[in-house]
């Protein structure tokens, strides 16, 4: 069982696959508290991976993101083996406090302050810019590809200027939030 907050059809709106038709479930819970955060925690349904497999199966896409909350708390690698049963892509976004299953397709960890990161290995690491130092976060963890995400759109300046300046970044911006979709 699983506490989902809701399972949806979008485009994923950040980082390397924006643009991507993507179902992403998104999980309830998380042990950090950022006041940034976009899921309602105290909401959400307990499912089971059938039901779970189910939800995601209705839709026309199989890339899946995993996201939450921090759904390493609770995604499994049976999950995960369910899933790619459908032919799924699976991504988890993460903020890497806890570990995830090696089955996963592609980890995007987005570090929220300071503790060891307990991933296999990181595909894109997605910085949420607030002006800390991220050489040094990145320092620490050896990422595929880099980018940084202004906190709610309210930094584009501050990050783009960053940007320039270290051109090993990447700008991802949250463009769900631009174009109003979910």
């Known amino acids: 069982m699983a506490k989902v907050n809701e399972i949806?059809?979008?485009l994923q709106g950040e980082g390397w696959f924006t643009g991507t038709p993507a179902v992403f479930v998104r999980f309830s819970g998380c042990n950090k508290a950022c006041p940034f955060c976009d899921t309602q925690h105290e909401e959400g349904v307990e499912m089971d991976l059938a039901e779970i497999v189910e939800a995601v199966k209705a839709f026309p896409a199989r890339h899946v993101i995993l996201t939450?909350?921090?759904p390493a708390l609770q995604v499994t690698p049976l999950l995960v083996d369910m899933l790619h049963a459908l032919g799924?892509?699976?991504q988890i976004e993460t903020n890497g406090s806890a570990?995830?299953?090696s089955e996963i397709d592609w980890i995007t960890c987005s570090p929220k302050g300071d503790y060891k990161i307990c991933l296999p290995r990181v595909d894109e690491l997605k910085i949420v810019y607030q002006g800390q130092?991220?050489?040094?976060?990145?320092?620490?963890?050896?990422?595929t590809h880099l980018f940084l995400q202004p906190c709610s759109g309210e930094n584009i300046p501050e990050t783009v200027d960053y940007i320039l300046a270290h051109p090993w970044w990447r700008l991802s911006l949250q463009t769900h939030k631009l174009i109003n979709i979910p």
């Open 8 to 10: 949806f059809y979008s």
């Open 68 to 70: 939450g909350g921090e």
């Open 88 to 90: 799924c892509f699976v």
């Open 99 to 101: 570990p995830v299953t």
């Open 133 to 143: 130092d991220v050489e040094a976060i990145a320092s620490r963890i050896a990422a």
